[in-house]
């Protein structure tokens, strides 16, 4: 069977990435051969990452956030911790650090950790969600983070964010909250998740997944700019005098289509992507229960079932691009390009071979 080309994303049903929107793509093309990563030479990138930091904030509901587009919610998330590590090594003389995240963190908490010397403690869910019980049992005196998920990557739950800060704080940690992927999704449904809801500090929200921009563009994001000061290093033969970001030269592509996305999206485009993926996730999961197998009711738009693996194979050598949770349940993200039509070819894909 001929394999899906570059970009195409026809059967792609598992990824978090999508197609750019066309204001983002042009964009991206326009600012292909600048480095945001020295302002005193891009200076019109440079405008724009501001403008992008202005707009994310709006979306995660505090306009005048401190931050920068990063690679990824990878990198986002290594900051946060680094933020939080250099913070209370100097205000606490912490040593020892650890960080209290919830068990369905993102995979990149564990590179975070790994890199930053740190000790991660991972507290059980109770229904996908974290139980603040068990973080408040996991923390002591050398926590410097806690953390929440604002749409999980297997389940998209949203943790309880609001009890996670005053959690942290508590223990004068700082409260960070990964929306990598939920970020553009959540301003359109009532869960309480962003800077306007809960004294968080830092946040990942990336406007290369739901933002519609393109690859790469992460967004971290923090209360304020001075937050960022922990990450600064000092920059000698640069215009600028220091750098807060983890790389040194970055995709300007990435920022100025983070600002081409969000022009085109923000408020509206987003809303009615958001609507379309929980109205097609909802489908979906009824469809799947219709013929017998087991949900996981969606939340936000992404649906987990119980599909035998035999069939999730024959079903990937019909080149549906579709992967497992890490407990083996297929898992499909209806980003904004999964239509009703892709999702009802793979349902009649599903009956033809699903033998249950
Ligand atoms: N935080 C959350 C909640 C995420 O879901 C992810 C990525 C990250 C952080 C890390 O973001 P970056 O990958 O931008 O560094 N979650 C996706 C996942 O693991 C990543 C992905 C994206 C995987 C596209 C496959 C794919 O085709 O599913």
């Known amino acids: 069977m001929q394999r899906a080309e570059p970009q195409d994303f026809a059967r792609v049903l598992s990824s978090m990435c999508t197609v750019p929107h066309p204001k983002a793509r042009t964009a991206a093309e326009r600012f292909l051969t600048t480095n ?11 405008a724009l990452e501001e403008k992008a930091i202005g707009m994310l904030g709006a979306v995660a509901g505090h ?51 790994d890199v930053l010397g740190i000790e991660l403690r991972r507290a059980p ?7 603040t019980d068990a973080m408040a049992a996991l923390a002591d005196e050398e926590t410097v983070l806690m953390v929440g998920v604002a749409g999980t990557t297997e389940y998209g739950r949203v943790d309880p964010i609001p009890d996670i800060a005053t959690l942290a704080h508590e223990y004068d940690a700082l409260c960070h909250v990964d929306a990598a992927w939920g970020g553009f999704v959540l301003p359109f449904t009532g869960h309480e998740w ?3 809801h809960a004294p968080i500090d830092t946040m990942t929200i990336d406007p290369h997944k739901m933002g519609q921009a393109v690859v790469p563009a992460g967004g971290l994001l923090a209360r304020t700019q001075e937050l960022l000061n922990p ?40 809303r009615k992507a958001a609507t379309t993926g929980q109205e097609n996730a909802e489908w979906f999961a009824n469809e799947l229960s219709a013929r017998g197998y087991a949900v996981v009711d969606p939340v936000l738009p992404l649906v987990a079932a119980d599909i035998p693996h035999e069939t999730i194979r024959k079903l990937r050598d019909r080149d549906w691009r579709i992967s497992k949770t890490s407990s083996g349940e297929l898992r499909i993200v209806m980003m904004p390009h999964v239509t009703r039509e892709m999702l009802t070819a793979f349902v009649s894909d599903l009956d033809r071979i699903g033998q249950k």
């Open 194 to 196: 962003n800077f306007a």
């Open 231 to 270: 990450l600064a290093i000092d920059t000698p033969y640069l215009e600028s005098t220091s750098q807060v970001t983890l790389t040194g030269t970055r995709s300007g592509a990435g920022v100025a289509s983070a600002v081409g996305a969000m022009d085109a999206l923000w408020p509206e485009g987003y």
């Open 63 to 113: 306009p005048s956030a401190g931050g920068y587009i990063a690679s990824g919610g990878t990198e986002a998330n290594i900051q946060a911790v680094r933020i939080a590590r250099n913070r209370a090594r100097t205000h606490r003389d912490v040593t020892s650090p650890n960080v209290v995240v919830p068990e369905s963190a993102h995979f990149s908490f564990t590179k975070a950790a």
């Open 36 to 46: 945001p990563g020295d302002p005193g030479t891009y200076e019109t990138v440079a």
């Open 125 to 131: 869910l109770t229904d996908y969600r974290v139980d």
